[in-house]
């Protein structure tokens, strides 16, 4: 599975963003999908993951802010961003494993895109 993402970019305290993670091969709805973080000095981080059944997780600081979603038809998975806030500030990277057996939201993840930057302003 190859992993693109992008809809990174810069944008003011309390804007959204939606970023886009768009993954090669024909079995994209066997796969959970999540999406990490990694702000400058900081170890990445899990932000958000969606299951193959379509169930959700996310990490406490972006309960209510953050929607994470799927389209099978077009191999893509959405993470939109809402109320933004300057500790939001990092690069944001899709992941991919194959949503069978010992699969949990949180990792590990097996396929990796290459990340896209969110920069909010204060």
């Known amino acids: 599975v190859q992993l693109q993402a992008s809809g990174g970019g810069l944008v003011q305290a309390g804007g959204s963003l939606r970023l886009s993670c768009a993954a090669s091969?024909?079995?994209?709805?066997?796969?959970?999908m999540g999406w990490f973080r990694q702000a400058p000095g900081k170890e990445r981080e899990f932000v958000a993951a969606?299951?193959?059944?379509?169930?959700?997780d996310y990490v406490d600081f972006v309960k209510g802010r953050f929607t994470v979603s799927r389209d099978n038809a077009k191999n893509t998975v959405y993470l939109q961003m809402n109320s933004l806030k300057p500790e939001d500030t990092a690069i944001y990277y899709c992941?991919?494993?194959?949503?069978?057996?010992?699969?949990?939201?949180?990792?590990?993840?097996?396929?990796w895109g290459q990340g896209t930057l969110v920069t909010v302003s204060s």
């Open positions: 992941a991919a494993r194959w949503n069978y057996g010992n699969y949990y939201p949180r990792g590990p993840y097996d396929y």
């Open positions: 091969g024909r079995t994209f709805s066997n796969y959970g």
């Open positions: 969606i299951s193959r059944s379509g169930s959700t």
